[in-house]
């Protein structure tokens, strides 16, 4: 899971992304777009993964490796709930 944010002339670009890790690479597959500027919610991040689980099943999920910004009690609880490991960097 990753997240870019910057702007285009007057415009903010923020796009929250979920991708899945092969061979050393990332390729992304998921994608939101916020409507805000600065870091992502957990809500957001839920729907991502949420997405992910309804067209590809929990089970293929190894672990969710993310940036250190994707913190907080109530994701770690969700993805605690969902039986995931998380790995940041």
């Given amino acids: 899971m990753d997240r870019t944010n910057w702007k285009f ?3 903010d670009i923020n796009i929250l992304m ?3 890790s092969y061979k050393n690479m990332c390729f992304p597959i998921l994608f ?3 409507d805000k500027r600065g870091n992502s919610n957990t809500n957001e991040r839920k729907e991502l993964i ?3 689980i309804d ?3 929990k089970d293929c999920i190894n672990c969710v490796l993310a940036d250190r910004e994707f913190v907080g009690e109530d994701w770690i609880s969700y993805l605690n709930d969902k039986q ?3 790995v940041t960097h």
Avoid: D, H, V
């Fill in 9 to 11: 002339g007057k415009q």
């Fill in 18 to 20: 979920l991708g899945i």
């Fill in 32 to 34: 939101k777009m916020l």
């Fill in 50 to 52: 949420n997405t992910f």
């Fill in 55 to 57: 067209w590809f099943g």
């Fill in 84 to 86: 995931m490991n998380i």
